[in-house]
């Protein structure tokens, strides 16, 4: 299923950082193995270069037609490792969603998530944090609705967003803190393929989502819907 931009949305937020479990990684290395927490719909999506050694895989990749943020942000601890003459070692264990896997993280179920999240999710007393990837104001979101919406023939400048319904994940802060400015009608769900379902039943009519690689910045769900 796929979704379509129809407005580029500036977000202002905290900082995007590294999150990693207090069995913190041992320095001076050339080689170290990590369990590292990876959300499973990202897996399912992009399984292909998650075969065999991972981070060799990515290094190597030269283009990737559709994209999303957990890939880049494998692609950039790849790279923090690889300049630093230690190749990394990623032994990936799948999560459901971003609350479960923060709890795996601080109970030292896993050393890492491969996916950057927001500073205001971090417990600094359980885990160790990066130093910030994405700086505020620096992360941009668009508005997405799904494919045939009216929105769609609507002149970006002539959008009035509070006639129509948002709807985000229930774990994301942030989003929902932006829905209630963009609009009075939002709703929330517990999980990603629901987004999608809500979004394709017209239950809702716009989400905010990460800006596609594709060229028409149309965004695919892939969990397997």
Same mark, same amino acid.
């Given at each position: ?6 407005? #580029? ?7 995007? /950082? ?20 990876? #959300?499973?719909?990202? %897996? ?32 950039? +601890? ?9 190749? !990394? ?5 799948? %999560? ?38 994405? +700086? ?14 009216? !929105? ?21 802060? #942030? ?20 987004? %999608? ?17 594709? /060229? ?10």
């Amino acid at each position: 299923m796929r979704i379509y931009n129809i407005k #580029y949305f500036w977000f202002t937020l905290s900082c995007l /950082s590294l999150f990693i479990s207090n069995n913190s990684l041992a320095q001076n290395q050339q080689e170290i193995t990590v369990k590292a927490g990876l #959300y499973k719909g990202t %897996y399912l999506g992009f399984q292909h270069h998650f075969e065999g050694d991972i981070c060799s895989n990515l290094l190597k990749v030269k283009h990737i037609e559709i994209i999303d943020r957990s890939v880049v942000d494998i692609i950039i +601890l790849c790279s923090a490792f690889a300049n630093q003459q230690t190749k !990394l070692n990623i032994q990936l264990v799948l %999560y459901p969603n971003n609350r479960r896997a923060r709890t795996m993280v601080a109970s030292g179920d896993i050393d890492i998530l491969l996916t950057a999240i927001w500073k205001a999710d971090i417990d600094n007393k359980s885990v160790l944090q990066s130093k910030n990837v994405v +700086l505020k104001n620096e992360f941009e979101k668009g508005i997405y609705v799904y494919e045939h919406h009216p !929105l769609l023939n609507v002149a970006s400048e002539n959008i009035n967003l509070d006639e129509y319904t948002g709807i985000t994940i229930q774990s994301w802060q #942030y989003d929902w803190k932006i829905l209630g400015e963009l609009t009075n009608n939002r709703t929330n769900i517990g999980h990603i393929p629901a987004l %999608y379902k809500m979004l394709k039943r017209r239950r809702a009519d716009f989400t905010l989502l990460e800006f596609s690689s594709l /060229s028409e910045m149309a965004s695919f769900d892939h969990s397997g819907i």
